[in-house]
């Protein structure tokens, strides 16, 4: 039999089992819902791809004298703020992330230690959060390590990813696995689950379940031998979305089965896989969204299902206030709160920020937050450091390829550098000149670099925390190079200024 008709087959199998599971499991459901006549509100806050980023940013080092957007202090002090509002009015809240809360800046670096972005979404309230595809990106026994870390910081959240697959046979994902939990722990212990239920004080039942889209497993390869439901070597085949949309109705009959009124998908899938999954799985009532960081507000409807998503890099707070009227959900108003400098922050969250900054500070030797690096190509104090059309020439692409090429020919010289490239230095408007700090540095270079940090010294012995002059012709070698799934990878350039 050919492998296209294989797959073909079990497409068609998949589908027959899912229309079976529908008609046999959903009915129940149904008249669950329908039993409670009475109609009950509630609202549910949200965030995603949230990337450590804990200060405002414009960039960081912007912060608090210029303009700045997002920082988790400012998303705490919302959080609080509404949360309080709906209290008095006896409204309750739902707090979610729908998954990439890490890997970003440098406080991704205290993971393992202090876990920063959980540690201060457990502070803040949040009920539940969804594995996403950088939570995995350097592999499961970091992601088990750091996640342990968190429990040792006194975390309770769960961590939901409903089609997350161990290898039984492959030892190297065994720290993982030993934190999941086929059963909902209710808060009361970190765990990576399938789903959670939250009875909310009117009495309104909410289940809650994660699911890892495919577009998010393809690019990330280091998963591996964790598996979430893609085809082998073929992450596009549609057999790779079906197995999502198998797990999902499991997930939503199971969920109607204990008494669920309402369910959600936290899902870092990404608004095309977001917005197709309701066409094929019922049942769901609201969908929080991540990974494309789309800002989907209004919300976007598709037949009976809301979906939302809030941005990036916690450049919004989406608040989702809604109705149950015994048979269905509906949205009384929605609005995507933007964190700029009207927003106040957060007290007690802003001094814990602080003191992962010193944590910081200590472990690096240099104040994170201040100048930490120029570019001054033609000797005029530096050059502009653009933000976009995405997957275009940038002049830090240029600066950051050089550096690669000086690295790579050192350490290697048969073997040129290939590396991903994601974000910029700063931010429309911010400091044309091309200065920064140290802070987000791992904005455009998130992912594991040879000889470590990114930007590092002058090949002229100049210490960190001095300028970093880039002399003319240094950055003329392109960077954009086709690379995997499309994605834009680092190109060997002619030579290089800065160390990695």
Same mark, same amino acid.
């Given at each position: 039999?050919?492998?296209?008709?294989?797959?073909?087959?079990?497409?068609?199998?998949?589908?027959?089992?899912?229309?079976?599971s529908?008609?046999?499991?959903?009915?129940?459901?149904e008249?669950?819902?329908?039993a409670?006549?009475?109609?009950?509100?509630?609202?549910?806050?949200?965030?995603?791809?949230?990337?450590?980023?804990?200060?405002?940013?414009?960039?960081?080092?912007?912060?608090?004298t210029?303009?700045?957007?997002?920082?988790?202090?400012?998303?705490?002090?919302?959080?609080?703020r509404?949360?309080?509002e709906?209290?008095?009015?006896?409204?309750?809240?739902?707090t979610?992330?729908?998954?990439?809360?890490?890997?970003?800046?440098?406080?991704?670096?205290?993971?393992?230690?202090?876990?920063?972005?959980?540690?201060?979404?457990?502070?803040?309230?949040?009920?539940?959060?969804?594995?996403?595809?950088?939570?995995?990106?350097?592999?499961?026994?970091?992601?088990?390590?750091?996640?342990?870390?968190?429990?040792?910081?006194?975390?309770?959240?769960?961590?939901?990813?409903?089609?997350?697959?161990?290898?039984?046979?492959?030892?190297?994902?065994?720290?993982?696995?030993?934190?999941?939990?086929?059963?909902?722990?209710?808060?009361?212990?970190?765990?990576?689950?399938?789903?959670?239920?939250?009875?909310?004080?009117?009495?309104?039942?909410?289940?809650?379940?994660?699911?890892?889209?495919?577009?998010?497993?393809?690019?990330?390869?280091?998963?591996?031998p964790?598996?979430?439901?893609?085809?082998?070597?073929?992450?596009?085949?549609?057999?790779?979305?079906?197995?999502?949309? @198998?797990?999902?109705?499991?997930?939503?009959?199971?969920?109607?089965?204990?008494?669920?009124?309402?369910?959600?998908?936290?899902s870092?899938?990404?608004?095309?896989?977001?917005?197709?999954?309701?066409?094929?799985?019922?049942?769901?009532?609201?969908?929080?969204?991540?990974?494309?960081?789309?800002?989907?507000?209004?919300?976007?409807?598709?037949?009976?299902?809301?979906?939302?998503?809030?941005?990036?890099?916690?450049?919004?707070?989406?608040? @989702?206030?809604?109705?149950?009227?015994?048979?269905?959900?509906?949205?009384?108003?929605?609005?995507?709160?933007?964190?700029?400098?009207?927003?106040?922050?957060?007290?007690?969250?802003?001094?814990a920020?602080?003191?992962?900054?010193?944590?910081?500070?200590?472990?690096?030797?240099?104040?994170?937050?201040?100048?930490?690096?120029?570019?001054?190509?033609?000797?005029?104090?530096?050059?502009?450091?653009?933000?976009?059309?995405?997957?275009?020439?940038?002049?830090l692409g240029?600066?950051?390829?050089?550096?690669?090429?000086?690295?790579?020919?050192?350490?290697?010289?048969?073997?040129?550098?290939?590396?991903?490239?994601?974000?910029?230095?700063?931010?429309?408007?911010?400091?044309?000149?091309?200065?920064?700090?140290?802070?987000?540095?791992?904005?455009?270079?998130?992912?594991?670099?040879?000889?470590?940090?990114?930007?590092?010294?002058?090949?002229?012995?100049?210490?960190?925390?001095?300028?970093?002059?880039?002399?003319?012709?240094?950055?003329?070698?392109?960077?954009?190079?086709?690379?995997?799934?499309?994605?834009?990878?680092?190109?060997?350039?002619?030579?290089?200024?800065?160390?990695?």
């Amino acid at each position: 039999m050919s492998e296209r008709l294989t797959r073909r087959l079990l497409a068609v199998t998949a589908c027959l089992f899912l229309a079976m599971s529908m008609v046999v499991l959903l009915e129940p459901g149904e008249r669950s819902r329908a039993a409670n006549g009475v109609s009950l509100t509630f609202t549910i806050l949200h965030t995603n791809d949230e990337h450590s980023e804990l200060i405002p940013y414009g960039p960081a080092i912007d912060y608090p004298t210029h303009p700045t957007t997002g920082g988790f202090d400012r998303v705490a002090h919302e959080i609080a703020r509404i949360k309080g509002e709906k209290a008095a009015a006896g409204e309750p809240v739902l707090t979610l992330s729908a998954g990439d809360f890490s890997q970003g800046t440098l406080f991704a670096w205290l993971e393992t230690t202090a876990a920063a972005e959980l540690s201060l979404m457990q502070m803040v309230g949040y009920d539940a959060v969804a594995l996403g595809n950088h939570e995995m990106e350097l592999g499961p026994a970091y992601r088990a390590a750091a996640l342990n870390a968190a429990k040792a910081n006194g975390v309770t959240l769960p961590i939901l990813c409903a089609n997350i697959d161990f290898d039984e046979t492959d030892p190297d994902d065994d720290a993982l696995e030993a934190l999941f939990s086929e059963t909902d722990k209710q808060g009361t212990e970190l765990a990576i689950q399938r789903y959670t239920v939250k009875t909310l004080p009117n009495g309104l039942k909410v289940g809650i379940f994660g699911l890892l889209g495919v577009e998010a497993e393809a690019v990330a390869p280091a998963a591996a031998p964790v598996k979430f439901g893609n085809v082998a070597g073929n992450p596009e085949d549609p057999v790779s979305f079906i197995n999502r949309v @198998l797990v999902a109705q499991e997930m939503v009959n199971t969920l109607r089965a204990q008494g669920c009124q309402v369910v959600i998908a936290l899902s870092h899938s990404g608004t095309r896989e977001e917005t197709e999954l309701p066409k094929w799985v019922t049942g769901i009532d609201v969908i929080v969204g991540g990974h494309s960081h789309d800002l989907n507000y209004p919300p976007i409807t598709v037949g009976n299902t809301i979906i939302v998503q809030a941005g990036s890099y916690t450049s919004h707070l989406g608040v @989702l206030e809604l109705e149950y009227d015994g048979s269905k959900v509906s949205v009384r108003s929605a609005q995507a709160i933007e964190m700029n400098d009207d927003v106040p922050v957060h007290p007690e969250v802003e001094a814990a920020i602080s003191a992962y900054k010193a944590g910081l500070n200590s472990a690096l030797g240099f104040d994170i937050m201040a100048p930490y690096a120029e570019t001054d190509r033609d000797g005029d104090g530096g050059f502009y450091v653009n933000d976009g059309p995405p997957f275009v020439e940038t002049n830090l692409g240029d600066l950051i390829t050089d550096s690669y090429l000086r690295t790579a020919a050192a350490l290697n010289p048969a073997e040129p550098p290939g590396h991903g490239l994601r974000g910029q230095w700063s931010h429309p408007g911010q400091h044309p000149a091309g200065r920064g700090g140290a802070l987000f540095l791992l904005r455009p270079l998130p992912y594991p670099a040879p000889g470590g940090f990114p930007l590092r010294s002058h090949q002229d012995g100049l210490s960190p925390g001095q300028l970093l002059p880039l002399r003319p012709g240094d950055m003329g070698h392109p960077q954009l190079h086709p690379g995997h799934g499309g994605q834009p990878v680092l190109r060997p350039a002619l030579r290089g200024e800065l160390q990695v």
